[in-house]
């Protein structure tokens, strides 16, 4: 059975980091691509940030350039996504994202809520 428990939110305030990880079982990791998306309320889910089954291409959206990274242990079948100088607008669930390309099988976790406020 496939499981990724994510872990790491909470509130935080501006300009601070978090750390959020994403522990997967039940599927081989190191063959997925990695996501972490977010959503905000009344917003629609959007792309944070990816990394490849490998761990040598990496995305982000342009609002987390440079504050974000995303990097996984293929050892520890665990993505992580390092989050700093937070803002407000960061607030949302964070939810993590398995899946292969040419392959229709996608897995979420449950989501974790992240709050930026002061």
């Known amino acids: 059975q496939v499981h990724l428990v994510e872990s790491g939110g909470g509130l935080v305030q501006p300009g601070g980091s978090l750390r959020l990880s994403c522990a997967a079982s039940?599927?081989?990791?190191?063959?997925?691509?990695m996501s972490w998306y977010r959503q905000a309320p009344g917003k629609e889910r959007e792309l944070v940030a990816r990394?490849?089954?490998?761990?040598?291409?990496?995305n982000y959206a342009d609002s987390v350039k440079g504050r974000f990274t995303i990097s996984r242990d293929n050892a520890k079948n665990t993505v992580y996504l390092q989050m700093n100088s937070l803002k407000v607008e960061d607030t949302a669930v964070y939810y993590c994202?398995?899946?292969?390309?040419?392959?229709?099988?996608?897995?979420w976790g449950q989501g974790n809520q992240v709050t930026v406020s002061s």
């Open positions: 039940g599927f081989t990791f190191s063959t997925y691509v």
């Open positions: 994202k398995a899946n292969r390309i040419g392959w229709r099988d996608v897995y």
């Open positions: 990394i490849s089954s490998g761990g040598g291409t990496l």
